[in-house]
């Protein structure tokens, strides 16, 4: 059962070069509910069409399988991983941005954090052996490796779990690489980790 739902913002540079943000000294962490999540497995899955323009951003996700400890390898306190997308209003958070506020409007509505069926995590060194790559309409879209993160994987557990806490079922979105960009009713995404296909969904 996935309890909180923890998100890094501008974890690539090249994605938060593509919005014109300024990179973060530190991990940038928001939160969605977990209302929010959904499966990704092939279904429709429908999002707000009346709101503005809806942009995709493909993650890496990881599961918490232990309570985090200081000093804890993220290797021991990752069990599986999945892929996800972080959908966004992209209209509704510019506007929340310039006011100050939060981000929930924005980040935080009904199947905004679909995730695909997990896998078991094969250490942080190792999953930086392949590339997760998203396709919209059959086109890829997003390639992403977590070699490229600003902040890597035992930086972001670290910091989450110092400052907030991690526990069983926990979920981490650790980030998008560039090539965002909105979407759709009726358009298609299919989530790759390396070859295999993970998750794939309509959007409704």
């Not at 090539?179 to 390396?194: I, K, N, Q």
Request: proline share 5%.
């Amino acid at each position: 059962m996935i309890q909180n739902v923890y998100c890094v913002g501008r974890n690539y540079r090249l994605h938060a070069a593509e919005l014109g943000n300024d990179v973060p000294d530190e991990p940038m962490i928001f939160l969605k509910p977990s209302h929010a999540v959904a499966r990704l497995a092939g279904q429709t899955l429908e999002l707000p069409q009346n709101k503005g323009e809806v942009h995709y951003e493909g993650e890496l996700v990881l599961r918490v399988r232990r309570s985090y400890e200081p000093g804890i390898k993220v290797d021991d306190l990752i069990g599986q991983m999945a892929l996800g997308i972080d959908f966004t209003l992209r209209d509704v958070q510019t506007g929340i941005k310039k006011k100050g506020h939060p981000w929930t409007a924005a980040k935080g509505f009904k199947n905004a954090a679909p995730i695909s069926e997990f896998i078991d995590f094969p250490g942080a060194e190792a999953a930086e052996g392949e590339d997760f790559t998203v396709r919209r309409n059959g086109k890829e879209v997003q390639r992403g490796n977590i070699k490229d993160m600003i902040f890597p994987l035992q930086e972001i557990v670290d910091y989450i779990g110092a400052n907030y806490g991690l526990g069983e079922g926990d979920v981490i979105f650790t980030g998008t690489p560039a090539g965002v960009g909105p979407c759709a009713a009726g358009d298609t995404f299919e989530l790759y980790w390396g070859e295999r296909l993970l998750g794939s969904c309509v959007i409704g």
